[in-house]
């Protein structure tokens, strides 16, 4: 650089201070006055004034003309049985994603109805967050504390917070396998995160100022290790006294539903059919065992019993033999309108777990991510699928659909974002995981698609939404699908080195 080129530089950066010291860009008196001038209280505007102060917002908004039309009537539907509810956590996706093999299991095993317990796997997520946390501080041990990816680790970061994707929930259950809800329920920590959470994430934060106090002091790294381990301990004895014990093996009792023997029902038929043609003897004798199965069937009190079923397995044996789903066969395909569709992408330190997996994707475009998951429904299998969940839907009501709330009309101002610049600008993200599991579809097109959400049942219509297509368009990233509904091209793509991106992406 020469001496030209360093006095352009100091002049720009004098300008630029000086501009700064001036107030430029502030909001100045003269402004205001100029802004309050420009307004004015007309009769529309206290009209508007007067609704908005003395009731909500949401309800002024509310568009009829969708409230009107709306219907929950599906073409094609998942029979699922049960509403979850995740209550005051953030546990969304694990809930999704044990919901999205739940119906597989129910169908397998004849049950009436069968919950996982979310709880159990929350506890090894909370885990893994804490050992990631902590051994990314002792990896990150000579950084400096404004480094960039040391302040995502200490502030926006998942560690001490419910959060997570499929990939973290794959890995967790393969390592630790599930369980039934019954053998590690719900407490009112686990439905009620927020204080365990807060006291974790300045528990934490206190161990990395100690681990780092001994590297400054010139430990070496074995003795930071060992002192992280006996850190986890105290992680695992919070942990146990909010959420229970894990169990390493388990006695679990359940009944299969009674089946119908439709065989012998079409067989009775039949034989009453052909009582007229039969000898009269035969007759009598048709006739009084027809008396006496009747007789028999009457008797007060008499009730047929399926069989129990008693197992005891460890967690990973039930995973593998009682559910028996492999979630190697599932693929993570997105619309991600910020970068290239028909390439494979994965996203750096996404994972929960320090020897986990990063969030992993193939990218498609929107028509091709609705026709996978029109062939999965009408496949009979449910799927997970993540949305922004902050714009236009109704908790009341269970409805999804862009301009369900109609803010422009009411404002009288127009907001126009494309999905891409939502994203980019950072107002829009991937904030709720849910569960497709039905479509309506017209002319070869969906209209709409049902929802199977875990806010309980008193939200939505008992549990379920009615997610409108022109609200997938804008607010639906991502589908977790089985491979045998995703076209060969697609899964092709995942063969491809993987595009790396940054932990900051705003697909993250």
């Not at 047929?304 to 693929?331: H, S």
């Not at 049942?457 to 609200?471: A, C, L, N, P, V």
Request: proline content about 4%.
């Amino acid at each position: 650089m020469n001496t030209f080129q360093r006095i352009v530089i100091c002049f720009f950066v004098v300008l630029v201070c000086a501009s700064c010291l001036s107030g430029e860009g502030g909001l100045t008196p003269s402004l205001i006055k100029q802004i309050q001038r420009d307004f004015t209280l007309d009769s529309h505007t206290r009209t508007v004034y007067n609704s908005l102060a003395n009731n909500k917002i949401q309800d002024l908004a509310l568009n009829r003309r969708i409230v009107r039309n709306h219907n929950e009537f599906f073409s094609d539907k998942v029979t699922v049985k049960g509403i979850t509810n995740q209550e005051k956590s953030g546990r969304c996706w694990i809930f999704s994603a044990l919901n999205s093999l739940r119906p597989s299991v129910i169908e397998k095993h004849n049950l009436e109805s069968f919950e996982f317990s979310q709880n159990y796997i929350a506890f090894w997520d909370k885990m893994e967050k804490a050992n990631a946390f902590l051994q990314y501080m002792i990896d990150f041990r000579d950084r400096d504390l404004m480094d960039r990816e040391v302040v995502m680790v200490l502030g926006a970061n998942p560690f001490w917070v419910d959060g997570g994707y499929w990939e973290n929930f794959s890995d967790l259950a393969n390592k630790y396998g599930l369980v039934p809800k019954e053998v590690m329920p719900e407490t009112k920590s686990s439905g009620d995160t927020g204080a365990m959470n807060r006291f974790m994430y300045q528990k934490l934060r206190s161990d990395v100022v100690n681990l780092h106090k001994m590297h400054k002091a010139g430990r070496p790294v074995k003795d930071l290790v060992a002192e992280k381990e006996k850190m986890l301990a105290e992680v695992y004895r919070i942990l146990v006294l909010n959420l229970g014990q894990p169990p390493t093996e388990f006695t679990w009792r359940y009944k299969p539903e009674k089946e119908k023997e439709e065989d012998d029902k079409e067989a009775d038929s039949e034989d009453e059919d052909r009582k007229d043609d039969d000898e009269d003897e035969d007759d009598e004798d048709h006739k009084d065992d027809d008396e006496d199965e009747d007789d028999e069937e009457s008797v007060p009190g008499t009730v047929e019993k399926d069989e129990t079923i008693t197992i005891t397995m460890t967690p990973r044996q039930f995973m593998n033999e009682f559910v028996g789903i492999n979630l190697d066969d599932y693929l993570n395909i997105f619309h991600d309108t910020i970068h290239r569709a028909g390439s494979y992408y994965q996203i750096r330190m996404s994972r929960n777990g320090y020897d986990g997996r990063d969030i992993s994707y193939v990218n498609v475009d929107l028509d091709m991510l609705k026709k996978i998951a029109v062939d999965s429904i009408r496949g009979g299998d449910a799927m997970l699928f993540a949305a922004d969940v902050s714009h236009d839907q109704s908790r009341e009501m269970g409805i999804m659909a862009d301009g369900l709330f109609d803010y422009a009309s009411l404002y009288g101002l127009e907001i126009t974002m494309t999905k891409a610049e939502r994203a980019l600008y950072r107002g829009s993200v991937r904030n709720h995981g849910m569960n497709l599991v039905g479509v309506d579809m017209k002319d070869g097109s969906p209209l709409k698609w049902r929802v199977e959400n875990s806010w309980g049942e008193d939200s939505g219509s008992k549990g379920f939404w009615t997610m409108y297509d022109d609200w997938f368009d804008m607010h639906v990233y991502n589908i977790i699908v089985l491979k045998k509904y995703v076209p060969k091209e697609v899964q092709d793509i995942v063969k491809q080195p993987p595009v790396i991106l940054p932990p900051w992406d705003p697909m993250l």
